[in-house]
């Protein structure tokens, strides 16, 4: 299968789902300018030009309910936010009007509008342009919120909101738009709801998110220098959240760490850790441990940037401690974002 | 203007009153366990730009929706059964009285969150616009609207866009219980903040009806050719406690002098004696109005006792 960067299989993603579904339009500051987010909008401004990819004046909540407004009449809206942080702006449309728009309205039918929120990683991007919202957007019925790790699925999920019958969130993890990866050249859809596993083990569960499920898995390769068959589960989506698989992983397994880009606190691996004591208990053979930033706001300065973030090295140390407490990691790979210097 | 239309005017006024009235007689028994925010005295407004629409231009409100609803055509029995909390409402009992609905006739949404629909507004008039469609959109807020920031948001928005959407604040003075004066700068008007952003907006007096129809129709005319966004200022006045059924004037924020001032302005008695005057009606025309309206409201009030609450069993239906 021929491969593309995470940013070009959003890219084609658009332009694909663009052309067969007349009423999808792009809006987001900056989708029409010469960055085009990241290249994610530039080719679909090109080809379909500014009636349907279009600048938007600042304003984040009133763009999200002139979105709404839209999709109340036909169209299929794809808001894009180059910074997920700036989406507090528009929490009361997202969370009072679009997300209950169909059971308050007597379910006559929902708002199909695509958000699309960029976390930011990397070269000291701080307090207010690297953090990542799912565990706020997940709390919402009537929304539905996918973290892509892979091209792959950047391009599925997107494929699939673009088709859905209601508002969804997707998160995008700066670091991984590099990243390169088998893409479906067709229009095929990953479903929300459903995890996938991402590489099969039998001694330990790792749960990952977004850009955690990809650490999640170097973190496994780590681990076999120290014997350790660690499975690996990317839930992609954590509204719906795929529950059935991490209890199938446990009954193999029985022990379990979360890896989370957010806070531990009422977050996803506090949601993934209460699934396993609610439907997996029989089959726990260690405590849940969590692997999630430190809490407090993340910094810029370089090395408390660097403690900030979970890492391959912090994940496998993790399992180590579930598995085999007191041994030592040794050496661990380079951070994920060790070359990077923008664009941001 | 037509005889006729001038008469339907007074006539949707009246009907609006008369549902209005009997829900809120009916109200303290208990059984429309939703909080209700009466138009009893702002009827003027929302039958004067509903009666400028087309049946296939759509509107958006607020909090207090009720005759907005009702003025575009929004089904009566599925209002009151909404309020009922029935199965048989217009958002199956999901919604309550400050979210009514009714697509069909161009209600497309009510929110209780101020400044919602503004937007909302928007965005319907910016797709109408992409469409190559000649509808318009109208969204009614409050003056209290004002102090949001997405009013300002939004403005800049559907100027800049170009959008055909009609702006209608009904300025009853209030927000809640706090006056406008102690929440915006008395020396600019809230038409001429509208006006900053480069459209055309202007003051109504929003207690009469055929003053609100004319200015309706220039805005419609205005932004149905493609002009872009009309601002109306229409002042009124709320009669009723602001949420609930019950008269407020002794809990201190307004006095029975400044209530009774209002209802002697009362936008019913206005476009009736003038009707009367002009000899378009006769008093026994529009004595008959409120006993048809009257039949209307009761009938839709045994069936919305009569219907089914929803199923318990369908609680969480419609989440995604």
Known sequence: ?344 | MTTDSRENLLRDMVRIRRVEETLAELYPSGEMRTPTHFSIGQEAVAVGVCGALRRDDVVYSGHRCHAHYLAKGGDLRGMVAELYGRETGCARGRGGSVHLNDPAAGVIASSAILGQTMAVAVGTALAFTMDGRDHVAVTFFGDGTVEEGIFHETLNFAVMRRVPVLFVCENNGFSTHTRLDVRQPASVSIHARAASYGMPARLVDGNDVFAVHAAAREAVAHARGGAGPFFLECTTYRWREHVGPQWDYDKGYRTKAEVDAWIARCPIRHASERLLSEGVCTPSQIAAMGRASQIEVDEAVAAARAASFPAVEDLTLGTV
């Not at chain 1, 260690?286 to 809490?295: F, G, L, N």
């Open chain 1, 1 to 344: 299968m021929r491969r593309l960067t995470y940013g070009q299989a959003i890219s084609e993603a658009t332009v694909q789902c663009m052309e067969a579904d007349p009423s999808i339009f792009v809006a987001g500051i900056g989708v029409d300018d010469f960055k085009g987010i990241f290249g994610t909008t530039a080719e679909a401004f090109r080809r379909f030009g500014p009636a349907r990819v279009f600048d938007i004046p600042n304003g984040e909540n009133a763009m999200t309910g002139i979105a709404i407004g839209a999709a109340a009449v036909g169209k299929r809206p794809l808001v894009v936010h180059p910074r997920n942080d700036f989406m507090f702006l528009c929490m009361d449309q997202l969370f009072n009007l679009a997300a209950k728009w169909r059971y308050m309205f007597g379910d006559r039918g929902g708002v199909p509008i695509v958000f699309r929120g960029i976390v930011g990683r990397g070269w000291g991007q701080g307090a207010t342009h690297s953090q990542s919202l799912q565990a706020l957007f997940a709390h919402f019925p009537g929304l539905s919120v996918g973290l892509p790790a892979t091209p792959a699925d950047a391009k599925g999920l997107l494929v699939s909101a673009l088709q859905g019958s209601g508002p969804v969130v997707l998160l995008e993890n700066r670091a991984l738009y590099e990243l390169e990866g088998e893409v479906p050249e067709g229009l095929e859809a990953v479903p929300f709801g459903q995890g996938k596993v991402v590489r099969a083990g039998t001694d330990i569960t790792i749960v990952g998110i977004s850009l955690m499920a990809y650490e999640a898995a170097r973190a496994a390769e780590i681990l076999l220098q120290h014997n350790v068959s660690a499975e690996v589960i990317d839930l992609r989506s954590v509204r719906p959240l795929d529950a059935a698989i991490i209890v199938r992983s446990l009954r193999k397994t029985g022990r379990l760490v979360v890896a989370d880009t957010s806070w531990a606190l009422c977050g996803v691996s506090a949601e993934v850790a209460a699934i396993a004591a609610e439907k997996a208990w029989p089959y726990l053979k260690a405590p849940v441990r969590r692997v999630t930033p430190p809490d407090c706001p993340a910094p810029v300065s370089r090395p408390l940037e660097d403690a900030f973030h979970p890492n391959p090295s912090t994940i496998a140390q993790a399992c180590l401690d579930v598995l085999k407490a007191g041994t030592p990691l040794g050496a661990g790979v380079a951070d994920v974002q060790a070359t990077f210097a923008g664009p941001y």
